[in-house]
């Protein structure tokens, strides 16, 4: 009885603490903070693809963190709410500004093969099996999430690792609700997902894929996140969830050991820089080839004269697209893992070169298309990017990814980690395009320890040495023409922010010999079509993911988070200076 009343006492108490916190907080901050799907503030600015991510990081913020402990956070924070994009089972790209030294470093914590991963081994009968590339336990690669937000925290984190993880713990144990966009996900994939008992148990309910409004509850994630808490990468990488792993993957026929897992590392890489005009544009190195065709493009572009009244002017988009063609057909052959192929980077970023490509461009017509199959290149996959500016004048840009939506769809027995299927990403064999309908030959072959080549463009730009904008996308090969339109309709058509972000884009990437569009009018249509070009449509729409970007701007001293009108869930959150 006595207990009973002792544990009332203690919750009433608890239930005052918690309304005194929250009344003080509000008289703090009530005034200073703004969210929705595009937002201006004064002071820092946290834009994610999922609501409950952005509050995390802004919460972060808030405490007294800086922008990578933000980020940390919200990583952790998406790898619970965003199992469609971006778990602990994935890697990515993270983009830092230091303000204090004004220094720029970019990690890469970007899976790697395996010891034993072979370059055939996703050929059979001559043909690539593209289920065995995609959907199955050699689909993944050593995993690096953990590996690289640590790295990213033991440099530049202010708070205490574990207290960045508490949140996503949380959400992982206490469960949240399903949005519509994730329950349409879960229901697209459900086939996917139902591969492993411990899919099943999470993602379906009596038998039934989980709906909007019900709550998705994950407590071996939640349980892992714990150990990743207590010992950092060891919680990841070694002890039982390396042992759980390594196990799941011998009796199903996967690659990862315990030495892989042991193996792993994250690395700074040197950023790839460049100017266009007099923006100096700060992005990803190999083994992503976003940064160096990003430089690439914005150097060809030097020579092109726009007319920068009309983005959509057809002039605009033909010279554009040639150039998107030649730095995509570059990109086929020369670009992979930096530690296992020279990549010439110096020929990426020679202005001479970009000159001379340029010249190739075919001023009337689009190169001559052959006969493909769109539908082959619809797909509905899964990346996501986030962009955190704090008060201090720190910024990070950081793209995170499984591949496709919900990865391989294998959930490792016991762990709650759903594994990547970034395999996909190296050739597999030479000239057989992967599921963006990239091609590539011997640079990204599959070798052992490799890193896949990416396309993940995460991104910061400087005006005079201001941050002018943090951009980024998820999108595949669309990521990286993505950028390159966000930035162009930002400074040379001088859209706003938000215009910058919502204007139509457009896709070409060598081949297959077709101009992807979202939408033009029908004028345009025809013209582009005289041109020679092949069009298809894909929608701005979720559905399509023809680059769903994270961003920041800067005005002055204001910060303006855009959020994609593409995907739903997205939320921007600012803060302004109490005066
Ligand atoms: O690293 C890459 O380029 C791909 N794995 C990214 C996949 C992606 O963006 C899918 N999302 N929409």
């Known amino acids: 009885m006595e207990r009973t009343y002792e544990k009332e006492v203690i919750s009433m108490v608890k239930i005052v603490r918690y309304f005194l916190l929250f009344f003080i907080s509000n008289l703090i901050y ?61 890697g990515g790209f993270m983009v830092i500004h230091e303000a204090e030294t004004g220094e720029n470093f970019t990690i890469d914590y970007r899976e790697m093969a395996p010891e034993k991963a072979t370059e055939d081994m996703f050929v059979v009968n001559g043909e690539v099996d593209r289920s065995l590339a995609l959907e199955s336990y050699l689909s993944s690669g050593v995993p690096g999430t953990v590996y690289g937000l640590y790295l990213a925290h033991q440099k530049f984190g202010k708070l205490p690792w574990k207290e960045l993880i508490k949140p996503a713990i949380k959400l992982a144990i206490d469960g949240f609700d399903i949005t519509p966009t994730l329950a349409k996900s879960i229901n697209t994939y459900k086939d996917k997902l139902s591969k492993t008992d411990d899919g099943k148990d999470i993602f379906f309910r009596n038998g039934e894929p989980l709906m909007a409004g019900d709550l998705l509850v994950q407590k071996d994630l939640g349980e892992t996140l714990t150990l990743i808490s207590k010992k950092g990468p060891a919680g990841f990488y070694k002890g039982s969830t390396a042992q759980k792993i390594q196990r799941d993957m011998r009796l199903n026929g996967g690659l990862i050991g ?139 840009s950081t793209t995170t990814t499984l591949n496709t939506a919900f990865g391989s769809g294998i959930v490792i027995k016991d762990t709650g980690i759903l594994m ?58 669309r990521i990286i023409t993505a950028v390159l339109q966000v930035i162009l309709n930002y400074y040379e058509f001088k859209l706003s922010a938000e215009e910058a972000i919502y204007l139509p884009r457009y896709h070409h990437q ?70």
Not at 57 to 67: C, I, K, S
Not at 420 to 446: C, H, K, T, V
Not at 535 to 553: H, V
Request: hydrophobic content about 35%; glycine content about 6%.
């Open 30 to 90: 009530s005034e200073s903070i703004e969210s929705g799907k595009t937002v201006i503030a004064n002071e820092s600015m946290v834009v994610t693809r999922h609501y409950l991510a952005s509050k995390v990081g802004n919460e972060v913020l808030l405490a007294g963190g800086n922008a990578i402990d933000a980020s940390v956070a919200i990583s952790f924070a998406l790898s619970v709410v965003l199992p469609q994009a971006s778990p602990i089972g994935g």
């Open 420 to 477: 990547n299927n970034e395999m996909d990403d190296f050739s597999a064999a030479p000239n057989q395009p992967n599921y963006f309908g990239l091609l590539g030959a011997y640079a990204n072959r599959i070798e052992p320890n490799k890193r896949p080549l990416s396309s993940m463009t995460p991104t910061i730009v400087f005006h005079k040495d201001k941050p002018y904008m943090v951009t980024g996308a998820q999108g595949g090969s």
């Open 258 to 396: 315990l030495k892989d897992l042991r193996n792993y590392k994250a690395k700074y890489r040197e950023p790839i820089e460049f100017d266009y005009k007099d923006l100096s544009i700060v992005t990803m190195a190999p083994p992503s080839s976003g940064g160096l065709i990003l430089g690439l493009m914005f150097n060809m572009l030097e020579h092109i004269d726009l007319n920068t009244s009309n983005p959509h002017d057809i002039e605009n988009i033909h010279k554009i697209a040639e150039i998107m063609q030649i730095a995509f057909s570059i990109r086929s052959v020369y670009m992979a893992d930096s530690d296992f192929y020279d990549v010439p980077s110096n020929q990426f970023l020679n202005k001479k070169k970009a000159e001379l490509l340029s010249r190739r461009i075919n001023r009337d017509q689009s190169s001559t298309a052959e006969d493909f199959d769109p539908e082959t290149f619809k797909f509905k996959e899964n990346t996501t990017h986030y962009s955190v500016a704090d008060k201090f004048g720190n910024i990070v």
């Open 510 to 579: 060598w081949q297959p010999e077709m101009l992807m569009f979202e939408s033009f009018d029908e004028e345009l249509k025809e013209e582009l079509l005289n041109k020679g070009y092949s069009l298809y449509n894909r929608p701005a729409t979720y559905d399509f993911s023809n680059g769903i970007t994270s961003s920041i701007m800067f005005e002055g001293d204001k910060l303006i988070g855009v959020s994609d009108n593409r995907s739903d869930d997205f939320l921007s959150i600012g803060t302004n200076k109490n005066e």
